[in-house]
């Protein structure tokens, strides 16, 4: 991620020479690191805003299926799985016309990141714009998001990966825009953008029993904001035995026969 993001802080520097063409306040914040950072993985390009965020909702959502079984007041459940799913949105200004420019530019790049990544089509001869075939997909338009501690892989401090909803960019019109040529262009003076993020977690997640107690997997840098304080081992535990969902409708089953016994 580094790489990219260093041609974008060139054109960033080249653009705050210019008169007051970038807020001294944002560009400070900008270049100490307060910044989201979104990465398309298929290509390693990206895109780093300001940190300007409006809203951020972060949902654990667990699975369950249940299973009625005659007789039985209670469902007997079955875990599957626990997903994680981020809703974000933000606010990205422009201090002047060549801000209001890099910015829009920069949500153009971030609109093609829900694109996959295709092999090479076939063209004809001599001309590199016929397409005559087709072309596959190499791989899928998967990101990694980065916002300080709060988004970020709990195993190594770098971008969280999944995919993506889909974005939502919306200019507000209330403050205005820049319009040139009689219409023909306009740039906003802030575009509020947001997007939904289905996270894939790259380390292990659950609990494991080991010689010292009972650890978190996953939670070396704490999971999932990242304090650097993991959740600490521990050496006892209460013990819930679960019977089996076989044994449970056995169970079941035997106590609805012995009840119709009289028993």
Do not use: C
């Amino acid at each position: 991620m580094a790489d990219n993001k260093n041609i974008f802080m060139k054109k960033r520097k080249s653009l705050a020479k210019g008169k007051q063409t970038v807020d001294p306040g944002e560009n400070r914040l900008f270049g100490e690191g307060f910044t989201l950072d979104i990465q398309h993985v298929p290509t390693g390009y990206e895109v780093s805003f300001s940190a300007f965020i409006d809203s951020l909702s972060d949902a654990y959502n667990s699975e369950w299926s249940s299973e009625q079984v005659f007789g039985r007041m209670d469902p007997i459940p079955t875990f599957q799985n626990t997903r994680r799913a981020l809703a974000l949105s933000w606010i990205v200004p422009s201090f002047s016309v060549a801000q209001a420019k890099s910015n829009l530019d920069e949500v153009n790049k971030l609109l093609s990141f829900l694109y996959p990544l295709y092999s090479d089509p076939v063209t004809a001869p001599g001309d590199v714009n016929l397409i005559t075939g087709g072309s596959n997909i190499v791989q899928g338009p998967l990101v990694r998001v980065k916002f300080g501690n709060l988004i970020q892989d709990a195993a190594t401090g770098a971008g969280l990966l999944g995919w993506l909803n889909g974005f939502t960019m919306d200019p507000d019109f209330d403050l205005g825009m820049f319009m040139f040529a009689a219409g023909s262009k306009q740039k906003p003076l802030a575009i509020k953008l947001n997007f939904e993020l289905n996270v894939l977690h790259e380390h292990s997640l659950g609990w494991i029993k080991t010689s010292d107690g009972y650890r978190l997997r996953g939670g070396q840098k704490g999971f999932p904001y990242g304090t650097n304080n993991p959740i600490p081992v521990h050496d006892a535990a209460p013990q819930v035995v679960v019977s089996e969902t076989d044994q449970a409708k056995a169970a079941a089953q035997k106590a609805l026969n012995n009840s119709g016994n009289g028993e």
